[in-house]
């Protein structure tokens, strides 16, 4: 069963054909008064290398505004998202990705200094990402987490782009509870995450 999902909906199509199978299982929640909150971790395990001559900016990621809320998202079909009831982000979701990113860049130690804008810090690359997918696949018939961020190192001096990559990661849900959900979220981002923090190492 896939679990809670509000009632309310964001229709990516203008013409979208519900299953009505889907429809029972997704109906019937609280009200958003009782979310349970949840977070995201900052593990990374980065083999790249040390550049501590380099400072790098984090700016917060884009994204798509059904993306870009509190809200968790589930994809009931190629046509039509919902979101997971009685849940909820601790934050807005790029703020989230952007606090966590700077975490894990900072935990490797392998940076002359991390930021995000504002700070005053001095620097030699910005670390662009837009979040492209953000959710939990529930349109067919397994149920599988799916996290896609992509990233261009762009060069604060020049303005131009030194490297871009996109980093995916799939993995299967294993139950069907809300806490379930949210840990094949978390590790599909922690997944994203590594990769993406060791390769920005060795592209620097």
Known sequence: MVGCVSSKRHQVWSAV??????????????????????DLSASAKASGPSVKNRQILIPQPTALQALDSNQIVIRVSSSEIQYLGKSQWSDKLSKMVQSKLVEAFENTGKLGGVG?????LAIDYQIVTDI????INA?????SA?????????????????AQN???KV???????????VRALDSAFAGVTSELVDWTLRSL
């Open 17 to 38: 054909i519900v299953l009505p199978l889907l429809a029972a299982l997704l109906g019937g929640c609280g009200s958003s008064g009782n979310n349970d909150t949840y």
């Open 116 to 120: 995000v804008p504002g700070q005053g």
């Open 132 to 135: 492209r997918s953000f959710e």
């Open 139 to 143: 349109a067919g018939g397994q149920k």
């Open 146 to 162: 799916v996290v896609e961020i992509s990233e261009k190192i762009l060069n604060d001096r020049s303005g131009t782009v030194k």
């Open 166 to 168: 996109i980093f995916r």
């Open 171 to 181: 993995v299967p849900v294993s139950g069907g509870s809300n806490p379930d959900f």
